[in-house]
């Protein structure tokens, strides 16, 4: 775990998923919140959409999940972020917000080639090194990342395609304090 002074980044890596659903659940948006944050949501993710990005919601529209394919992000059976890789993070940096805004979930996803341990220490490696990158790019941002190995497929990995479309990275923006103040 890195923790560093309150106008830099907080990130900490996890080797496995656990404490994924409770990060990605909370804090929990109060009942006169949930309208504003639920439309600020939309209206972010048809942002992001519009720039290129594959987008998805989830908690009933106040999480925003941008998804990206690994290979997008890294060479074949690579850990370090390629020039276009840091291009394409680059260019989401302005839609996490200011610190404290968004509290940010990176998950690493695998397809199902290789053993269950292989796999889950591969998106880690990978989903940490999206959120090390990001850190260095921001500052003051929370940032934790999650191994989810292939768990939660998108699709059959019963193709060469569907492999490649379930092996990608998710980049999680959760309301923060700051998009719960702005809420009130």
Not at 19 to 30: C, F, H, K, R, S
Not at 72 to 94: C, D, H, N
Not at 116 to 137: D, F, I, M, N, T
Request: charged letters at 20%; a negative charge.
């Amino acid at each position: 775990m890195v923790v560093l002074s309150a106008m830099q980044t907080f990130a900490m890596s996890r080797n496995d998923n656990s404490g994924y659903d409770e990060y990605t659940t909370t804090p929990a948006v109060e009942e006169n919140a949930q309208e504003y944050v639920r439309n600020y949501q939309l209206s972010r993710a048809k942002s992001i959409a519009k720039a290129g990005y594959n987008v998805e919601m989830m908690r009933h529209r106040e999480v925003v999940i941008v998804i990206i394919p690994t290979a997008k992000l890294f060479a074949p059976s690579s850990t370090e972020i390629t020039g276009k890789g840091a291009r394409l993070l680059r260019e989401i940096i302005p839609y996490m917000g200011e610190p404290g805004f968004y509290r940010i979930a990176i998950a690493g996803y695998a397809d199902n080639t290789g053993s269950p341990s292989y796999c889950l220490k591969r998106s880690g490696e990978q989903a940490a090194a999206v959120a090390q990158w990001l850190g260095k790019e921001t500052s003051g941002m929370e940032i934790m990342d999650f191994a989810m190995g292939s768990e939660s497929p998108l699709l059959p990995n019963n193709t060469v395609a569907n492999r490649a479309a379930n092996r990608r990275i998710e980049i999680l923006l959760i309301p923060g304090e700051g998009l719960l103040e702005q809420a009130q």
